[in-house]
DNA sequence: TATTGTTATACTCTATAACTATA
DNA sequence: TATAGTTATAGAGTATAACAATA
């Protein structure tokens, strides 16, 4: 094969391209496992600061509202046979109740306890305190952080 | 108590301060929340398609380079005991080996086989594709989200 | 018939404690 | 004595399958 000289600079510089592309890519895998592993480590440390599992503590987090058995299924994406024996540790230490929907008798709605709200307000307290992203960016790097993340949740 | 005109200004803005100051702190809580169960949603299910738990995955994303058992069980903070089994497991489907430590004959190492290897590449390749950050950001939006991870995660 | 919640079962993850081989 | 890995045990998370009550 024979390369002219502008063949050769054209392929170079695609080459170069694909190059820092992978880099980019092979970075941001990087960047974006370990933020992963601490994010991760992040909200079992704290969790178990309150003597809460993961999934124990990702329940609380989305009983803001009460809401059916089914529905925290879902939320946590796991079988709802998983969510009886969930809400049975959380109901003995006094964090959620089971209440009946109006209307459907098959439905328990899970409910925070007065108890259980103020456990939520701190735990989610807790967690925002103890990010990485709290604490080492100002406030407007967590403006910018902010909007992308918006966007990429989106 | 009696304000002058300036000392009830001062204090209206401080008040403003400290409300944008909160809203900014919900709203960024939310928004973590809802990242952070996006991105375990997305562990997990990347993971499955590769018929392996999230511990397990984290083993062998954690194992690029061959580690003793005590190293890995530090890396994912949990007993060393638990190494054993999660060893075992990924032993037996051919993606790990026990090797010696030339020097110290109570350390084992863990290593990746070819095959293990592979599997690693291929799941943090599927992570990278399926995350949110990859699919909803540009190139450019991609590049300062990085910069800011990066301060984030040192 | 379909849906909600429960129970039984099995596997995995996790911590604690006791054990071994080695340093 | 201290450390690396194992084993035994127990509690919790998870999925599957079968079930009762209700829609």
């Known amino acids: 094969m024979r ?7 054209e392929y170079c510089s695609r080459v170069r391209g694909r190059q820092a592309k992978a880099a980019e890519a092979r970075d941001t895998a990087a960047l974006l496992m370990a ?11 704290v ?6 599992t ?3 503590a990702r329940a609380v987090l989305a009983l803001a509202d009460a809401a059916p058995m089914r529905s925290l299924a879902d939320h946590l994406r796991c079988d709802a046979s998983n969510v009886t024996g969930l809400a049975d540790r959380l109901e003995v230490r006094g964090l959620v109740v089971r209440a009946e929907q109006h ?4 439905v328990k709605l899970l409910a925070l306890t007065d108890a259980g709200r103020k456990l939520r307000s701190a735990l989610e307290a807790a967690m925002l305190e103890a990010s ?3 604490t080492s960016l100002d406030a ?6 902010r909007d992308l993340l918006l ?3 989106t």
């Open 132 to 134: 990485p992203v709290m």
């Open 47 to 52: 969790a178990a600061r309150f003597d809460l």
């Open 3 to 9: 390369w002219s000289s502008v063949d050769r600079a």
């Open 151 to 153: 966007k990429a949740s």
């Open 35 to 45: 933020v992963t592993e601490r994010t991760r480590q992040n909200f079992e440390d």
């Open 140 to 145: 407007d790097e967590r403006k910018v952080l």
């Open 103 to 106: 209307g459907d008798r098959r």
């Open 54 to 56: 993961t999934a124990q």
